[in-house]
Structures are given as C-alpha cells and as structure tokens.
C-alpha cells in the first residue's frame, strides 16, 4: 500500500527566503511522485513530477524536487520565495503498476509567506 | 491547451436529494478520476475508469454511482445527501499510462444544507 507524509502541516517563511517542504512516502513498487498546488478556494495545479527519470526534478514557478530513494523522499524546493507561493501543497504517489492507479495524497502543508 | 471541465462549479442541495456532476476529460484522455475534499482536509481518492470500464475503487459511499460514457465525459450521482457530503469534488484526467500525470479539473463544491 501506498502512503505519504508531509511533516509540517504549515511552513512559514518571508519573501525572498528559501522554502523546503518535507515529504516522505511509502510504495511497494516503483513510484511516481507529484507535487501539486492549491490555492484558496481553487483547483489543484501540477508543480512538477518524478517518473524514474532524473533524480532532480524542475517544475513551474521555481520549484524543484529531488527524489531520493535511500531516504524515501522527495522534497520540494524554491531559492526564493514569492508572495504568490501562499498556498497548501500536496505531495502525492502512484504506483507504477495498473491502468487507472489512483493518487494517494499527502495532508498537505500550507505555506505562508510574509512580508 | 483545454483543461478538465467539471460543471456544475456550485450547486446547493438539501439533505436527502440527489445530485450529478459532470466531468469533461482532456481531449484524448481515457481515464477519469473522482476526488472528494473535505473543509481543510486533502482530497481523498473515491473511484476511477479507464476506457469506460471502472478501473478502481476508493472509498466511495454506496450512495453515489458513477460511469463513463462513450465520449469518455463521466457522471458522479448522489443520492441521500448528507450533510457530511458537502465538499469539493475533483475530477481529474490522464492518458491511463500506469503513474501518468492526472491533470485536475476547478472542482464542484456542493453544499448540503
């Protein structure tokens, strides 16, 4: 079965400052891992995605991720961050097995971005 | 590039009446998913098709149904709503490669009042 975990429910950093957002996950076979956005009260946006390609992983608006077996994690990242990078973050898995596979989603950690 | 379309986007129902939402997969998509968000919760997985045949399923209630038609566009009906079944409900699309990307739709919030 799969599972993830996303360690802090909410990260709060200032503009201009780095963000880190944990996520560790659980897959019996090989996975992919997602990241994906949500604004208030809107959709879910894909920030970018690892399929067992390169390790390290860029997506949209600055983020990237980096997939590490050993530690089972795949953290997502930005140098510097933006006003607009408030939001809650869902790190996600899917196993590579059948059509159809469904996403197990993380809890989600919303980031808050101050002045 | 055209996106997954869910309609309604609102919809206000009272207790014990039915509802149907539609989604619109990405054109040539042949897989689609159902989600259900609750208030601060993260969406949780409720059922899926691929070529129009159920591909899995999650912890959808007995309640609701769902199928995929010819177009590849899919129905979530629900019946005796509840007022624990207000939430944001995703579809979501993907081309039904095993871990291809599922590209979401803006959501149906329905409220149960």
Redesign the interface.
């Known amino acids: 079965a799969q599972s993830v975990t996303q360690l802090d429910s909410h990260v709060s950093v200032s503009e201009g400052t780095p963000v880190l957002l944990r996520c560790n996950y659980s897959s019996s076979y090989s996975?992919?891992l997602?990241w994906?956005v949500q604004h208030p009260n809107?959709?879910?946006?894909?920030l970018l995605?690892y399929?067992s390609a390169a390790t390290l992983v860029k997506g949209i608006n600055g983020f990237e991720a980096e997939f590490k077996k050993s530690e089972t994690s795949f953290h997502l990242t930005k140098p510097s961050a933006h006003m607009s990078d408030a939001a809650e973050y869902?790190c996600v898995v899917?196993?590579?097995?059948?059509?159809?596979?469904?996403?197990?989603?993380?809890?989600?950690t919303r980031l808050s971005v101050l002045p | 590039a055209a996106g997954v379309i869910q309609s309604p986007r609102h919809l206000i129902k009272e207790k014990r009446e039915t509802a149907t939402l539609k989604c619109y997969p990405i054109p040539r998509h042949d897989?689609v998913?159902w989600?259900q968000q609750g208030p601060g919760?993260?969406?949780?997985?409720l059922i899926?098709?691929?070529e129009k045949m159920q591909?899995?399923k999650?912890s959808i209630p007995d309640r609701f149904s769902a199928q995929q038609f010819s177009d590849y566009h899919s129905e979530l009906n629900m019946s005796s709503l509840e007022l624990g079944d207000s939430a944001l409900y995703?579809c979501?699309s993907s081309l039904?490669?095993?871990?291809?990307?599922?590209?979401?739709?803006?959501?149906t919030r329905l409220t149960v009042l």
């Open positions: 996975p992919s997602f994906y809107k959709g879910l946006q894909l995605k399929t869902f899917s196993d590579q097995r059948d059509y159809g596979q469904n996403f197990v989603f993380g809890p989600g | 897989t998913y989600y919760q993260d969406p949780q997985f899926s098709f691929y591909s899995d999650g995703f979501a039904g490669t095993s871990g291809d990307t599922q590209y979401f739709g803006p959501g």
